[in-house]
């Protein structure tokens, strides 16, 4: 993930944003669907012995492969060491599967239809690469498709089993090593700024106020209360958590876009105030957007009210239009402000309901 963020910043860096948009978006979408796949497999079948761990190792060769493969993805258009990461993650939830489908008889054919389902795209990624280039992205959008039908097809003889809070608690902790990702990144904008040109007014405010804005953006993650949402509503399971690939990626880029703000303050970088400004309100505001609406689908009462959230969402992308004459730092500082008056004015309203 690191790998992933890093890239798309020097791209944000170097003014070239838009060229890395699309290898940022299809990466992500490797690591976030392997990572989602054995997190629900797990819930299921979490065993935990010998056999298991040994393919749970597997599977983190492949991430290791695939995180070799970022920068070649971002430089060269050239996705075969992803490629090959990912069909050895996908190689050892196969053989979990399998594995499943022959200890477990109530749940065999699913089991085995999940097996073959994920063979059989695995198969489709790896004639991709020998597709002339021009047909890379419309393939890609096609594996794609078929990968997000592969659960409903297994799933149709039966459901597999899956603890609610289980699911909850793993997507959680995938938000704390996205927003972990972003303090990193931040880090790294501050090095830069002071080997460029130490200490200023601009590096320190522009610094708080990203790690404000992430601490801002936990804050209102955990506040909506996933696992009840889906024990009650386990039918919607699939937007809640297909549309966590939207939170997800919006999270990854926050932190590419903090470091390049951060950067910006302490030594001159090749995109424009207003490209730099976009690249942190734009995955922001997805952000709050996108936090709405995955909970909204489970119908549950959400904590942060939609007549909060949506104008502060619409507020924050909006804030770039001031770049031009105000300056990035002062772009960061107006977001990370949206986000502490989101959390306020719920806190506010947890306080008002628990009274009375």
């Not at 056999?51 to 920068?71: E, I, K, S």
Request: hydrophobic content about 60%; aromatic content about 12%.
């Amino acid at each position: 993930m690191a790998q992933l963020v890093v890239q798309l910043a020097h791209g944000l860096e170097s003014g070239h944003g838009v060229d890395e948009i699309a290898p940022f978006l299809m990466v992500f979408f490797a690591i976030w669907w392997a990572w989602m796949n054995f997190t629900w497999f797990a819930s299921a079948y979490d065993t935990d012995d010998v056999p298991y761990r040994l393919l749970t190792l597997v599977q983190m060769g492949g991430v290791l492969v695939l995180a070799a493969g970022v920068p070649a993805a971002f430089v060269d258009q050239d996705f075969r060491a992803i490629t090959v990461g990912y069909l050895i993650m996908r190689l050892g939830l196969v053989v979990q599967w399998l594995r499943a489908g022959a200890e477990h008889p109530d749940g065999r054919t699913t089991a085995w239809r999940y097996a073959a389902g994920v063979s059989l795209v695995q198969l489709g990624w790896l004639v991709r690469l020998a597709l002339p280039e021009q047909f890379g992205l419309a393939s890609f959008v096609v594996l794609v498709a078929l990968e997000l039908a592969v659960p409903p097809w297994a799933e149709r003889p039966g459901s597999t089993f899956w603890h609610p809070h289980h699911i909850a608690e793993r997507y959680g902790l995938f938000t704390i090593i996205l927003l972990g990702e972003g303090v990193l990144a931040a880090i790294y904008g501050v090095q830069d700024a002071l080997e460029a040109r130490g200490f200023s007014g601009d590096l320190v405010l522009v610094s708080v106020a990203s790690f404000i804005t992430v601490f801002a953006l936990w804050w209102l993650y955990f506040l909506e209360p996933a696992g009840e949402g889906l024990a009650a509503n386990r039918g919607r399971s699939y937007l809640w958590g297909y549309g966590h690939y939207g939170v997800f990626v919006s999270l990854a880029a926050v932190g590419a876009g903090l470091e390049v703000a951060v950067a910006d303050a302490g030594h001159h970088v090749e995109a424009s105030a207003t490209t730099l400004a976009v690249a942190v309100a734009l995955p922001v505001g997805f952000f709050l957007l996108l936090l709405w609406a995955t909970h909204a689908v489970l119908d549950t009462r959400s904590q942060v009210r939609p007549a909060v959230i949506l104008p502060a969402a619409a507020a924050v992308l909006l804030v770039p239009l001031l770049a031009g004459t105000v300056g990035v730092t002062v772009v960061v500082v107006v977001i990370a402000a949206i986000c502490v008056l989101i959390v306020a004015i719920t806190v506010a309203d947890q306080l008002r309901r628990a009274r009375g």
